[in-house]
Structure formats: C-alpha cells, structure tokens
C-alpha cells in the first residue's frame, strides 16, 4: 500500500469515526425519548396513544450497527462496544414490564377500557429486533476474524 492509500485511509477512518460518534449519541437519544414514551404508554393503561415509533427506531439502530460493523471492517482498533448497551437496556425494560404486570396479576395489559394494550408486545418486538440487530453485527465481526486469519 503506498503512502498516500494509508493516507486517505487514515482520514476516512477519522471521518468515519467521527460520524459514528454522532450516530451513537443520535441512537442514545432517541433511545431514552422512545423509552420514556414507553413506559408512560405501559403505565398509562392505553391513556396515551400507542407511539407506533418501532419501524423508525430500529432503522436508525440498524444505520448505527452497519456503520459502526464498515468501522471494524476498515480496520479501526477504536470501536468501541456501545451498541450492546441498547440491547441490554431493552432487555432489561421488557422483563422489568412483565415483572411488573405479573405482580399486579395482568393489570397493565388491560387499558381503562377494559381493552388489551398492545405495549408489553410492542416492547417485546422492538427487543427481539434489537437483539437481531446485535446478532447480525456479531456475525459480522465473526466473518471478518475469519477472512483475517484466512489472508494470514
């Protein structure tokens, strides 16, 4: 590789790390919005309408993953692993919901109504699809170990 190639690789990698950064603070707050509209929706008893975000969430959370997976793939050692956080973070929401319904015997999953809510499924999905996400960006990385040790 010739000294201008690493170059212009070194300057799309600070670039591109730079982008990542404000695609990680872009995730993390809209993470704790959603999350906030979440939770009043699911204590609320369907008070509030359903906020129907999930499709623009996860999309803004798959754009963070795939860009910060082209970070490890142009070999940039400074990735960090923030991402998994947002799984562990719907994870723990969703089994906290549950709990929460199963120790007041199903009483946040019926609205003032009498009607079924749909959050504590929302909630389910949106995790389920977090988890695909983080999924999909760990066997990316498997892939690429293993076409390194492959050209090694």
């Keep these: 590789m010739s000294s201008i190639s690493k170059e212009n690789l070194l300057k799309i990698r600070k670039v591109e790390r730079s982008i990542n950064k404000n695609l990680f603070l872009i995730c993390l707050v809209i993470t704790v919005i959603i999350m906030a509209m979440v939770i009043i929706e699911f204590f609320s008893r369907g008070t509030f309408f359903p906020s129907r975000v999930g499709f623009f969430y996860i999309g803004v959370l798959f754009i963070y993953s795939v860009h910060k997976e082209m970070l490890r793939w ?41 009607k079924p809510t749909e959050c504590m499924s929302v909630v389910s999905v949106i995790t389920l699809e977090v988890g695909g996400i983080f999924l999909l960006a760990r066997l990316s990385k498997v892939i690429k170990t293993i076409l390194m040790k492959r050209e090694k």
């Excluded at 969703?94 to 120790?103: E, K, P, S």
């Design 74 to 114: 142009l070999e940039e050692k400074g990735v960090d692993r923030q991402g998994e956080y947002f799984l562990y973070s719907w994870i723990g929401l969703t089994i906290l919901f549950y709990v929460i319904n199963f120790l007041t015997k199903d009483y946040f999953r019926i609205s003032l109504e009498g």
